[in-house]
């Protein structure tokens, strides 16, 4: 393990900078959620139809409760088993963002309705981001017993 500053990477598990990346990841993520929601309220929703804003809302929505989660994944990475799940369970969120949120987005500026045959694949990711947190939380605290 290397000595130095809060992004030292411990060279066995790669722990430090699972965290630090993923936190670095939700950060951006929430950033650009509520950047894309504020340019939704003022600048789209009065040029595409209420059905497509609602889309895009849902979008900015599931955007922003997964990049929280990521920022929870990397919180999570100091405190957890190092175990491929955590892993997991970071790129699969950010992999349904970029699907499901960004599929949405498209869908509503440009009105693809195409788009929404993809959507659901952001979604599967999703759950097996949720599904991976779960499973990197087994076990956990049960040395405390």
Same mark, same amino acid.
């Given at each position: 393990?290397?000595?130095?500053?809060?992004?030292?990477?411990?060279?066995?598990?790669? $722990?430090?900078?699972?965290?630090?990346?993923?936190? +670095?990841?939700?950060?951006?993520?929430?950033?650009?959620?509520?950047?894309?929601?504020?340019?939704?309220?003022?600048? *789209?929703?009065?040029?595409?139809? =209420? @059905?497509?804003?609602?889309?895009?809302?849902?979008?900015?929505?599931?955007?922003?409760?997964? #990049?929280? =989660?990521?920022? *929870?994944?990397?919180?999570?990475?100091? $405190?957890?088993?190092?175990?491929?799940?955590?892993? +997991?369970?970071?790129? #699969?969120?950010?992999?349904?963002?970029?699907?499901?949120?960004?599929?949405?987005? *498209?869908?509503?500026?440009?009105?693809?309705?195409?788009?929404?045959?993809?959507?659901?694949?952001?979604? *599967?990711?999703?759950?097996?981001?949720?599904?991976?947190?779960?499973? =990197?939380? +087994?076990? @956990?605290?049960? =040395? #405390?017993?």
């Amino acid at each position: 393990m290397t000595q130095g500053g809060p992004d030292t990477v411990d060279l066995r598990t790669g $722990v430090m900078f699972m965290k630090w990346t993923f936190i +670095r990841i939700g950060a951006i993520c929430g950033f650009l959620a509520v950047a894309i929601g504020a340019f939704g309220a003022h600048m *789209v929703k009065e040029n595409i139809s =209420a @059905a497509m804003f609602a889309n895009y809302q849902t979008g900015v929505q599931y955007h922003m409760f997964h #990049a929280l =989660a990521l920022t *929870v994944i990397g919180l999570a990475s100091a $405190v957890l088993p190092a175990t491929g799940h955590l892993r +997991r369970a970071g790129w #699969a969120m950010l992999t349904g963002i970029i699907i499901f949120s960004g599929s949405l987005y *498209v869908m509503a500026l440009t009105d693809l309705r195409i788009l929404g045959a993809i959507t659901p694949i952001g979604g *599967v990711a999703f759950l097996f981001g949720w599904i991976s947190l779960f499973l =990197a939380c +087994r076990g @956990a605290g049960s =040395a #405390a017993k």
